[in-house]
């Protein structure tokens, strides 16, 4: 066996994990990014739109379509801020709070399964290989990046420098 199957192996196993988590999401009418949005709101209540949209590092423009998609599905409510009226704080909803479980559940559920025959040092054994090829691959632009900007970063256009 040599590196290239073993991170076949490891990008197949996020592939499919990313694909159930879809159906999942998919089954509860949800879209990609709220359940981070629901959580974020649920530990920070009255919050604004903005300090969402900077804490999992998305445009404002994508918070607002987000929240204004999840409100309308009875997930968050806005209310005016009492000292500033000019703003609005968010919290979820008694469904949104509903949805937001649930979606933990699932979650727990499908790592339970994940790991399935596993035992507890198997998994502290690969958490610490998987840190360790973190390490070995992380340069001084993604080492400190948590998991939002990491998929940020994953997912931004690459840039080709010309040969001079």
Known sequence: M???????????????????????????KMYPGQPRMMEY???????????????LDITPASAASSLKRMEKAGLVKRRQDEKDGRRNCLSLTEMGLSQ????????????????????????????????????????????NLNIC???????SPITIQEET
Do not use: Y
């Open 2 to 28: 040599n590196e290239r199957e073993v991170a076949g192996a490891m990008h197949r196993l996020e592939l499919l994990r990313k694909i159930r988590i879809h159906r999942m999401m998919a089954a509860r």
């Open 41 to 55: 709101i649920h530990a920070h209540p009255g919050c604004t739109q903005k300090e969402v949209a900077q804490a």
């Open 100 to 143: 937001m479980l649930q979606g933990r559940n699932n979650m727990d559920g499908l790592d339970r399964e994940m790991f399935q025959g596993l035992s507890r040092e198997d998994m502290e054994t690969f958490k610490s290989l998987c840190d360790k090829m973190f390490d070995n691959l992380a340069d001084e632009t993604t080492r």
């Open 149 to 155: 900007r990491l998929h940020k970063a994953a997912e």
